[in-house]
T-cell receptor, first 114, second 114 residues
Framework: ETGVTQTPRHLVMGMTNKKSLKCEQHLGHNAMYWYKQSAKKPLELMFVYSLEERVENNSVPSRFSPECPNSSHLFLHLHTLQPEDSALYLC?????????????FGPGTRLTVL | GNSVTQMEGPVTLSEEAFLTINCTYTATGYPSLFWYVQYPGEGLQLLLKATKADDKGSNKGFEATYRKETTSFHLEKGSVQVSDSAVYFCALSTYGGSQGNLIFGKGTKLSVKP
């Protein structure tokens, strides 16, 4: 049973909509991550938060806006997305932000942009 | 830059066959190496990891040895089961630079037939 939950599991939105993805971790971890998994590319790291402070932003378009209000919750706010943004969005957490720390993944949100 | 290359899939095997999924990497510094598995409809789960050269990670009958001389981390299992059908991802994470920055291979889909 995963200690990382994500809601919703599936989301369909139009290009003009605004929606948010939610991630919650129950593991007492200090670092949280957003990844994008699309069919044609390897998993891509989008954002990293360590102790609620953003430490990584991998050149992600501004139509994706992360928010980490506390160490247990992570949001990804979406607005004016493009069809090519359709993908599986995975959240993960780890105890620390170090290279050897195991990241624990949630089940993902399957996003479809029409 | 850092990168991971793993064998293209899909791989189809009969139950009890021997499995090898090749993974090689390019990295600066001293990476930690991981194998993650993704079962249908789920997020990624850590399968095993190794944090220094010559370490062997093992779990659920799977093994991989961190070979610095060949920059490889091949995944092996002596006898696969139908329940091993999933997508397997090789990944690395390095010290220095961005914390917790997992770099993934493209994934190898394994199908095991009864």
């Amino acid at each position: 049973e995963t200690g990382v939950t994500q809601t919703p599991r599936h989301l369909v939105m139009g290009m003009t909509n605004k929606k948010s993805l939610k991630c919650e971790q129950h593991l007492g971890h200090n670092a949280m991550y957003w990844y994008k998994q699309s069919a044609k590319k390897p998993l891509e790291l989008m954002f990293v938060y360590s102790l609620e402070e953003r430490v990584e932003n991998n050149s992600v378009p501004s139509r994706f806006s992360p928010e980490c209000p506390n160490s247990s919750h992570l949001f990804l706010h979406l607005h004016t997305l493009q069809p090519e943004d359709s993908a599986l969005y995975l959240c993960a957490s780890s105890q620390g932000g170090g290279a050897a720390d195991t990241q624990y993944f949630g089940p993902g949100t399957r996003l479809t942009v029409l | 830059g850092n990168s991971v290359t793993q064998m293209e899939g899909p791989v189809t095997l009969s139950e009890e066959a021997f499995l090898t999924i090749n993974c090689t990497y390019t990295a600066t510094g001293y990476p930690s190496l991981f194998w993650y598995v993704q079962y249908p409809g789920e997020g990624l789960q850590l399968l095993l990891k190794a944090t220094k050269a010559d370490d062997k990670g093992s779990n659920k009958g799977f093994e991989a040895t961190y070979r610095k001389e060949t920059t490889s981390f091949h995944l092996e299992k002596g006898s696969v089961q139908v329940s091993d059908s999933a997508v397997y991802f090789c990944a690395l994470s390095t010290y220095g630079g961005s914390q917790g920055n997992l770099i993934f291979g493209k994934g190898t889909k394994l199908s095991v037939k009864p």
